[in-house]
């Protein structure tokens, strides 16, 4: 069953760039979470929209929100991502795909008439009580942080 606004959201545990496992039960009770998922390391749409969320946290903090970045990159890769462009927030490498798929984001992709399979370019408001508040499918990176943290702003 896809992941639907107003349910629970699966939970699930990645390995992070912070050395540990990370779990989405660790967040309940205590803070939003925006999980967003993305296609690939240091490619140019993957780098704006990190890097727009990067010069938003601030702002996400204040709001009480966590932000989790989501992809099938290998952890080293994710760590150079991160080191490269000042990424103060978490990355979780999901290399088999598991909470990719559960979550609904593995799809068919299209490329120059090319067909293929990717993460579609996703994120995910999930409330404090661990229901989905929110679902952005198909992102446009373009001014994409401040819609996120618009509604973040509004929940209670």
Known sequence: MPVQEGKKAPNFKLAS???????????????????????KDDTPGCTQEACD????????????AAILGV????????????????????????????????????????MYGKKYMGIER???????QGKVAKIFPKVKVAGHAEEVLKLVSSLK
């Open 17 to 39: 760039t912070e050395g540990k496992e990370i779990s989405l039960s660790n967040f309940n009770g205590n803070q939003v979470v925006v999980l967003y998922f993305y296609p």
């Open 122 to 128: 996703t994120t995910l408001i999930i409330d404090k």
């Open 53 to 64: 969320f990067r010069d938003s946290l601030k702002k996400f903090k204040i709001k009480g």
């Open 71 to 110: 992809s099938a990159d290998s952890l080293q890769a994710h760590a150079k991502f991160q080191k490269k462009y000042s990424l103060p927030f978490t990355l979780l490498s999901d290399e088999s795909k598991e909470i990719i798929k559960t979550y609904g984001v593995w799809k068919e992709k299209s």
